[in-house]
């Protein structure tokens, strides 16, 4: 009778282990469903975000393209560049001073305001003065002071003022 009832508990245990491997099985397969799906969703949804983005920047790039058809460049000359980090917070202009945007200039040699290309930094914004920014000399504005430092005085390069 023990026997029996030991061959009767094993099976159960074998059906019982079977049945959960079965249900583990595809529970793990339901799993891997909701994380393929979960990944499509996520793909299309970046996807989506992506083509918005591309519309802006096409518009941004037409409207560039329009602005730039009526602007002509006028040659100012070398200048040397140099770079600063200190802003008390406003440039000249009343605008925040921003990377890759803002110089400041001698305002008599390129007026406050003014849309500049300098070469080997592309458009720029004169949007701020200094006492030492005398003549031909351009100081760009980083937030970073060592990379100022590291940058230091270049000579050499070329400004178009673009009206």
């Not at 026997?3 to 282990?17: D, P, S």
């Not at 002071?145 to 000579?155: A, H, S, T």
Request: aromatic content about 6%; some cysteine.
């Amino acid at each position: 009778m023990k026997t029996l009832l030991l061959v009767l508990l094993i099976t159960a245990i074998l059906i019982l282990v079977s049945i959960i491997s079965s249900y583990g099985t595809e529970a793990v397969n339901e799993i891997e469903s909701l994380r393929t799906d979960n990944y499509i969703s996520a793909l299309a949804q970046s996807n989506a975000s992506l083509r918005l983005e591309i519309a802006s920047l096409t518009a941004e790039i037409e409207e560039g393209q329009e602005i730039a058809n009526t602007l002509t460049m006028k040659p100012l000359g070398s200048f040397e560049v140099t770079h600063y980090a200190y802003n008390s917070g406003f440039t000249k202009s009343g605008t925040k001073p921003t990377a890759n945007r803002t110089v400041a200039t001698d305002p008599a040699i390129i007026p406050t305001g003014s849309l500049i290309y300098v070469e080997g930094y592309g458009l720029r914004y004169a949007e701020d003065t200094g006492s030492a920014i005398v003549g031909n000399v351009i100081d760009e504005y980083l937030p970073d002071e060592q990379k100022c430092i590291e940058l230091g005085r270049i000579k050499g390069v070329r400004v178009w003022i673009l009206q």
